[in-house]
């Protein structure tokens, strides 16, 4: 995908996950009859804006769509008309300015429970729970997995999806639980598998967890045979047709078309000779893969994709679907577990227990929502919902400036009985502001460090 589709899939989920939380307050303001000066999606210079509703409140588009804020009317900031002053942010009893700063984060949650609901009765297609060989001294194989086995059950939770093993291992990983793993072989027998604490490793639990104790997906081998030739390509203009059956390229015999792939990128812009078979006649042709650019390395291509058994392929998949009722349980679970698991990283990166390297910043979430956005409407929802979750949790936490801190300062005045002082607050905003900068800090490297090690 390209550096502007990229662009635009981040910026679109971002505007829509800003918009989410600020409605959240711009709603609950209104129904505590707090006035709302303006709406604002975005920081800086606005782009658009409009003035309308019975209190003319400004609506903003603004330049730099990292997000936005809903300004109300408040003593603290200007002065407020006398008629107006029930109407000030600052003049709400405690539960309405607390229920007003809440219903942000409150929003991103129930926006993500909306997604998955949908989702869910969609249906999500995802990989059959199917292993392939574990890597050699691995803690997998150790533990004694064999290619072709099913997982059913971890810990005696029941799996459908190879994505429910990894979400699995990865909750049980960072609570050093020991992980039992039921597996139905292809002989159809049961059998049980033991991963202990220690075969993970807590400073790769965002990265790919199954991979690193040599846990790998099973997938077919497929045979070197083109299925699709691009109109105008390298392999067209070869003479290569859908049907040829690749025997070998520049002498060496070619396997499977993983085989035929590694050999075409390692060839840019160089002459390749493919001996191949078409209706049981052995033939040969020359040609030299075009140079693309991935991940800031030369690689070749042909326009080539191969023959594919769909039939094969099926077996491999399952269709993730429940009806309304079932489907909104599981919205509610899901959503409430992946919170649950983004606070207890947190903690665990603050006791030293976790990597900070598990930080994302806006560079590494703007490369998957193009990744997702490519992979389809499904893929790009799920993106949604697990971001929307995140900015919750994010602004749930206990730092001036984001909304948690503001639910700080609510529920200390609660027990106190009155506000907490200005000068509270001020020195609030300043550690607030640090704590920030940190955390912007240790994103923005890891993002660097990301792209630099690919």
């Not at 809903?70 to 407020?80: A, F, N, P, S």
């Not at 039921?182 to 790919?208: C, H, K, M, Y």
């Not at 390692?266 to 042709?285: I, N, V």
Request: aromatic share 8%; proline share 5%; glycine share 10%.
């Amino acid at each position: 995908m390209s550096l502007l589709h990229t662009l635009a899939a981040f910026v679109l989920a971002l505007g829509a996950l800003v918009v989410v939380h600020e409605f959240g307050h711009y709603l609950v303001a209104r129904l505590c009859g707090v006035k709302v000066l303006r709406f604002s999606i975005g920081f800086g210079m606005p782009l658009w804006k409009k003035r309308f509703g019975r209190d003319q409140t400004e609506w903003v588009v603004a330049m730099v769509p990292l997000g936005g804020y809903v300004k109300m009317l408040d003593e603290r900031e200007g002065e407020v008309a006398p008629q107006e002053l029930d109407r000030a942010f600052n003049r709400q009893s405690v539960w309405r300015r607390y229920a007003v700063v809440m219903a942000g984060p409150l929003a991103n949650f129930l926006f993500a429970i909306l997604l998955y609901w949908v989702l869910f009765m969609h249906g999500v297609q995802e990989a059959r729970p199917i292993v392939a060989a574990p890597l050699p001294h691995t803690p997998a194989a150790s533990a004694g997995f064999e290619a072709g086995e099913t997982i059913r059950a971890i810990n005696g939770e029941p799996i459908a999806s190879w994505q429910e093993v990894r979400w699995r291992m990865m909750q049980l990983a960072l609570e050093h639980q020991p992980i039992t793993v039921e597996v139905l072989n292809r002989s159809n027998q049961i059998n049980w598998r033991t991963l202990g604490p220690s075969s993970f490793d807590a400073e790769q639990l965002e990265g790919d967890t199954l991979g690193l104790i040599g846990l790998r997906l099973y997938r077919p081998e497929i045979k070197p045979v083109i299925g699709q030739v691009v109109a105008g390509s390298v392999a067209e203009q070869a003479g290569l047709r859908p049907g040829d059956h690749i025997l070998e390229a520049n002498g060496k015999p070619v396997a499977s078309w993983s085989e035929l792939v590694q050999l075409v990128r390692a060839h840019p812009g160089r002459e390749l000779r493919l001996s191949y078979l078409r209706g049981g006649e052995r033939r040969e042709a020359a040609l030299v893969p075009e140079t693309v650019q991935q991940d800031g390395a030369a690689i070749g291509r042909i326009g080539a994709a191969a023959q594919v058994d769909q039939q094969a392929l099926s077996e491999l998949v399952t269709v993730i679907r429940y009806d309304s009722a079932s489907a909104l349980a599981k919205a509610a679970q899901k959503t409430w577990d992946m919170s649950a698991f983004s606070l207890k990283m947190l903690g665990r990166m603050l006791i030293g227990q976790v990597s900070w390297k598990n930080i994302s910043g806006p560079v590494t979430i703007a490369d998957y929502a193009g990744q997702s956005a490519q992979l389809g409407l499904v893929s790009y929802l799920s993106f949604l919902a697990l971001i929307s979750i995140s900015l919750g949790v994010l602004n749930l936490l206990p730092i001036p400036l984001l909304d948690g801190g503001h639910l700080m300062y609510y529920t200390v005045e609660i027990f106190k009985g009155s506000p907490v002082s200005d000068r509270t607050m001020e020195i609030g905003q300043k550690l607030g502001l640090t704590l920030l900068l940190v955390l912007m800090a240790f994103a923005f490297y890891n993002d660097i460090n990301r792209l630099i090690s690919g």
